[in-house]
């Protein structure tokens, strides 16, 4: 990640005490929530967290039991209009119209925000030309790749120029160059002062954007922090082996419990084991020789500092990946 930006103490959005409940299940429970502009503040959490009611509730979607959000100082309920007047939001999927083409889409976007015709043409070209659509605007957005249409949907979430950005899982399903191309693209808002909330599920994307991170599990905010600060809060490093053959997985756990602290993490689909260590590199020696003496052949053995994965892995019990119960009451 680029060196830290200096960005204002006042919030473009700030969500303040969220609580909502569906039913007897307690999606949120308390959380508290800023976004500075010129920044990115990224929300992690398991599946079944509350990411999904977060977003919803500051984006004015659902109304929070308790608790208030705020955009630009507006408030999401009270003051609505406002509030989504300087809010873009670009969802899990894209959402764009397959049967126009890009620049249909994002003039239709234009004239619906009240803009003139020659107003909304002009912008549309402007995105599409920022997004790297402008080969493309006469295309029908059907036709699109996946990550083009990934680009033209968070192009319309800046059609009326927002403070605040709250982009929702905005790379699933992408492969690895179209996610570098929307994480460029991503990096580039910031420099218009633009706030933005991000949700992910890649730890990666976290770690190379965010300004801030928070992590939510169960409705309630765990952890709060830059990636190298909650990174400190997992000592040690990770002794992290693949055995060549099944057989070997639990001889080679054992090891691990010799040699670390805790127990390992086994992953028998993989062949994958790890422990946390606080020890430096003659860790591996010890290592191998207990896994000489009970004959497990390895197929990759390495020694790592603490990552976001196991910080999240530290604090929630789980991978980021993780299946836990849907959302209580959402869709």
Aim: proline content about 4%.
């Amino acid at each position: 990640m680029a060196e830290p930006r200096t960005v204002p103490a006042r919030p473009a959005l700030r969500a303040t005490g969220l609580r909502k409940r569906f039913g007897d299940h307690q999606v949120l429970d308390g959380v508290d929530l800023e976004v500075a502009p010129g920044s990115v503040h990224a929300l992690l959490g398991p599946n079944g967290a509350g990411k999904t009611t977060t977003v919803r509730i500051v984006c004015g979607l659902l109304r929070a039991d308790e608790g208030r959000a705020e955009i630009a100082g507006h408030d999401v309920v009270a003051h609505s209009r406002a509030a989504r007047g300087a809010l873009g939001l670009s969802g899990q999927y894209a959402a764009v119209d397959e049967h126009l083409t890009g620049f249909e889409n994002l003039h239709l976007l234009g004239r619906l925000y009240g803009m003139s015709r020659k107003r909304a043409a002009a912008r549309a070209d402007e995105l599409l030309e920022r997004f790297r659509l402008a080969d493309v605007a006469g295309r029908r957005s059907g036709l699109y790749s996946g990550g083009m249409r990934r680009r033209l949907d968070l192009a319309g979430a800046l059609v009326a120029e927002p403070q605040v950005v709250v982009l929702d899982e905005p790379t699933t399903g992408l492969d690895p160059r179209s996610r570098l191309d929307m994480w460029a693209v991503i990096e580039d808002l910031l420099l218009d002062g633009v706030a933005v909330l991000l949700t992910t599920q890649y730890l990666e994307e976290a770690d190379r954007l965010a300004d801030l991170i928070t992590v939510i599990d169960g409705g309630v905010v765990i952890a709060r922090g830059s990636a190298e600060e909650l990174k400190e809060r997992v000592q040690g490093a990770t002794l992290a082996l693949q055995v060549r053959d099944g057989s070997g997985l639990d001889p080679a756990a054992r090891a691990l419990e010799a040699v670390g602290v805790g127990t390992p993490s086994v992953d028998h689909r993989t062949g994958r084991a790890s422990v946390a260590t606080d020890r430096g590199p003659e860790v591996m020696a010890d290592l191998l020789a207990h896994l000489s003496r009970d004959e497990v052949e390895l197929v990759d053995l390495g020694l790592h500092r603490s990552s976001l994965d196991d910080v999240f892995l530290a604090l929630t019990g789980h991978g980021a990946g993780a299946p836990d119960d849907v959302e209580g009451g959402t869709p």
